[in-house]
């Protein structure tokens, strides 16, 4: 634990620490009575109440919708079937501002809907709840499909031979089972809801703001510093107990678990109900995240003098008037890429370091750590990115001109989904496994390399995957890091579209096009050079 305690403590607790006194210590001491003066407010209550049910309303539907999605993935075989599995992972890595841009397009004035029905949806809330589930579709299909496809389907046919119907055998045995995947899901997706900033901003207006559209409201446009560091606590603090909640109710349902080599569960679909329940789920990837994607490669080609590539064109020059970058912005590509792949390095070791330890059942302080990993998720990306502006400034840790300061922001979002993804895998090994590598000889470290890894592999892959997904796409800490000459995708794609003019706004959707194309790319690769899981039974 020594590693991930570490990491957390310098990049994460110091920065938002150090933000959050600058906001409440004021004239030499503490300024504890805005807690009163801020919650008091009637703006502010209503902030909280709309985060909340708002977020309970997201994760809510996305399961629903997403869940035979995991089934489909993880039980059916057909083809295309990697392919789609990259692109439905490819809506994750947007940034939120293409994301409520392109919903905007779909459902605002002069939108896709407003033009076949006459029915505007942008300013609410059903426009940021389908946002949402566009957004958090693939931490579903990915988390509870990755255990779901390992989990022997043999249990679940013995006990319809004992004379459970199809429904009853699925909820005594299989549901149990995914109980640890589906709550990790859910978690990960009410952060990501409760958060929500750039879907909120753009598609809710005036009328609906979440506490981290607050928070930035209250630093960036009224300068009021304390306010958002009342805020940012509460989000802390509502995080944190969602998270101590989480962890008590998983471990009281952990169990080990019969796992199997994927290849083994994924049949062609057999019967009418299956393939009803696979042309149900591809025409919901088509509708929900397909048509979305479809309008921003459709405006990325369509220029004033008719379609073409003139944005791309474009995008390899350098604006002679100054612009919003010092370099062409094509070279956004390769810096996230970079970017993504030391991210991503760094979340897979910090990760796994985490999820071995938190596997050990240590006592009370490796349970709380586990959830402490979750926080990043929950904290507001402006005090995060703001934190390290502040504190990583002198030595020996002065990183602002050095460009692993975007790539360790980066990680502090990825790490939680490599835990959170690699943990219910790990906490199903049979400890007996371990123990009889033990008794033959082994040491620790090749017990874990003989028995933990090769069971784990396909887990890994995806944790690696998701941790890649999520960096190309971290926008609300990189955007106050990343500097002028070296900007990512997602704060390229900001930035143009903060400027006025057609030109800015076709390259815009441009580089959110080429960032959809690299994300594809890359998941449907990792989809093939993934190491095979081994055949032998867990």
């Known amino acids: 634990m020594a590693g991930p305690v570490a990491f957390f403590a310098l990049f994460f607790a110091y920065p938002v620490a150090a933000i959050v006194g600058r906001g409440l ?19 502010i209550r209503e902030v ?89 579709y693939a931490v579903v299909v990915r988390t509870v499909g990755g255990l779901w496809s390992q989990l022997d389907p043999r249990q679940e046919e013995a006990a319809r031979v004992l004379g459970a119907g ?16 589906l709550a990790a899901a859910a978690l990960m997706v009410f ?33 009021d510093l304390p306010t958002a560091a009342v805020l940012t606590l509460v989000q802390f603090l509502a995080v944190g ?25 994924a049949r062609r679909p057999r019967g009418t109900v299956q393939w009803l329940l696979l042309g149900g789920v591809l025409t919901t990837v088509v509708v929900l995240l397909l048509v979305p994607l479809a309008v921003l490669v459709e405006r ?88 390290f502006l502040i504190t990583l400034d002198e030595p020996p840790l002065d990183l602002r001109a050095s460009w692993i300061l975007v790539p360790l922001a980066q990680a502090l979002v990825g790490v939680p989904f490599v835990v959170r993804t690699m943990l219910p895998v790990l906490r199903a090994v049979d400890e007996r496994l371990r123990e009889a590598a033990a008794v033959l000889g082994a040491s620790p470290l090749r017990a874990w390399r003989e028995v933990d890894l090769p069971l784990v592999r396909r887990a890994l892959a995806v944790a690696a995957g998701f941790a ?29 579209l903060g400027r006025p003019g057609e030109l800015n706004y076709g390259q815009a959707m441009a580089l959110s096009t080429i960032l959809m194309v690299v994300c594809a790319v890359a998941l449907l690769l990792l989809e093939r050079i993934r190491t095979e899981s081994t055949t032998e039974e867990f």
């Open 241 to 265: 107990a969602v998270l101590a909640v989480h962890a008590w109710t998983v471990r009281r349902r952990e169990s080990v678990l019969r796992l199997v080599d994927p290849s083994r569960t």
């Open 468 to 496: 890649f997904a999520v960096s190309l796409g971290e926008f609300g800490a990189t955007v106050f890091i990343a500097r002028p000459d070296n900007p990512t995708l997602p704060v390229a794609v900001a930035r143009l």
């Open 191 to 223: 952060l990501f809801t409760f958060t929500s900033f750039g879907v909120v901003q753009i598609l809710g207006g005036p009328a609906f703001s979440t506490l981290e559209v607050e928070i930035y409201r209250q630093t960036a446009e009224f300068l």
């Open 166 to 181: 199809r429904f009853a055998a699925w909820q005594r045995v299989t549901l149990p089972a995914l109980v640890p995947s």
């Open 25 to 43: 210590h004021a004239e030499g001491a503490w300024q504890f009575g805005r807690f009163g003066e801020v919650l008091g407010r009637p703006d």
């Open 48 to 136: 909280l109440w709309f985060t909340t049910w708002q977020a309970l309303a997201s994760t809510a539907l996305t399961l629903l919708i997403a869940l035979p999605g995991a089934y489909v993935f993880a039980r059916l075989d057909f083809p295309g079937k990697r392919l789609l599995r990259a692109v439905v992972t490819v809506p994750f890595v947007l940034p939120t501002v293409v994301v409520g841009t392109a919903f905007l397009a779909l459902l605002g004035r002069g939108g896709l809907v407003d033009e076949l029905w006459g029915i505007r949806l942008d300013t609410t809330v059903w426009a940021i709840l389908l946002a949402h589930v566009f957004f958090n």
């Open 300 to 387: 990325s080609f369509d220029t004033p003098s008719g379609y073409g590539f003139g944005y791309y064109q474009e995008l390899g020059t350098v604006d002679p008037s100054g612009g919003a970058f010092l370099v062409p912005p094509i070279d956004a590509v390769w810096n996230s890429l970079r970017y993504a792949l030391a991210a991503t390095a760094i979340s897979v070791a910090v990760g796994g370091l985490a999820a071995a330890a938190l596997t050990r059942r240590a006592g009370r302080l490796v349970r709380g750590f586990d959830a402490l990993l979750m926080l990043p998720l929950g904290v507001s990306a402006v005090t995060v990115g703001f934190g």
